[in-house]
């Protein structure tokens, strides 16, 4: 059994719960400590109980939390060796105090096992994570600049995947973002748009997977509808029905999401 819910999931914070009853851990530490441990208790869980977080990569919107929460209590991280190095640069005091594990390396915590995958985005060495327990699993995929084979395959058939959908291509061509921030962002090492989102939930829906969460929304450049509309456009135009063959939702950027329960 996997539970998992979205503390913060957007350009501006991301940090993801996940637990299997027993070990708890977090993807990312994206928000302020003091609002991961709000969210946390809301979800009666207390900071020491946390046994472990995951980082995907070292932009702030997934690490700046990441020092005060560790001030209060000393938590295990894991990053990839690149992540880690790009950590210790932006936050001193961490270098060195990361658990490296490579892309494909499996990590387990508890019961839980923990699987990184190389995503494609402008930093050393960014990683999406498949979690397994007892046969459930979930998979968070963000800051994907372009779509890879090797992502495709740690994501296909998960219970429950968490894929980035971050931008509309119209809203970002008129957007007011300066030039070189417009191609950062359609960049092969940038964000994926709402229509390469969506051909990748298609096919993850169609190897099996039911529960979608779209997540990592541009504020900008999107709004929760238009990303749910354009996944629920192309599921639609390909026979599959959200809310009767998948549940597909949009993660809240600034607030904790609903609580998902996948396996038994
Ligand atoms: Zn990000
Ligand atoms: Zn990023």
Request: hydrophobic share 35%.
């Amino acid at each position: 059994m996997l539970k998992f819910c979205t503390l913060a999931s957007g350009s501006n914070g991301n940090c993801t719960y996940i637990s299997d009853g027993k070990t708890n851990i977090l993807i990312d530490a994206g928000i302020s400590a003091t609002r991961i441990i709000r969210e946390l208790s809301m979800l009666s869980m207390g900071i020491s109980e946390l046994d472990a977080i995951f980082i995907t990569h070292e932009h702030g919107d997934h690490i700046c939390g990441l020092e005060k929460l560790l001030a209060r209590h000393e938590t295990p991280v894991y990053a990839s060796p690149g992540t880690a190095r790009g950590i210790g640069e932006r936050i001193e005091c961490l270098y060195g105090k990361i658990n490296t594990a490579l892309p494909g390396d499996v990590i387990t915590i508890g019961d839980m096992k923990i699987t990184s995958f190389h995503t494609p985005h402008d930093t050393y060495e960014s990683v999406g994570y498949r979690i397994e327990n007892e046969g459930a699993t979930a998979a968070v995929a963000t800051d994907i600049g372009h779509m890879e084979k090797e992502i495709l395959e740690k994501i296909l058939g998960v219970d429950l995947l968490l894929l980035e959908c971050n931008y509309d291509k119209d809203r970002i061509r008129h957007s007011r973002y300066p030039a070189f921030l417009k191609s950062r962002i359609v960049g092969g090492s940038g964000h994926l748009s709402n229509n390469e989102c969506a051909e990748t939930v298609l096919r993850v829906v169609q190897s099996g997977t039911k529960n979608i969460v779209l997540g990592h929304l541009s504020a900008e450049n999107n709004t929760p509808r238009e990303a749910y509309t354009a996944v629920h456009t192309h599921l639609t135009n390909n026979g599959i029905i959200p809310g009767v063959d998948v549940m597909l939702t949009v993660a809240p950027r600034g607030e904790r999401g609903n609580i998902i329960t996948v396996g038994e």
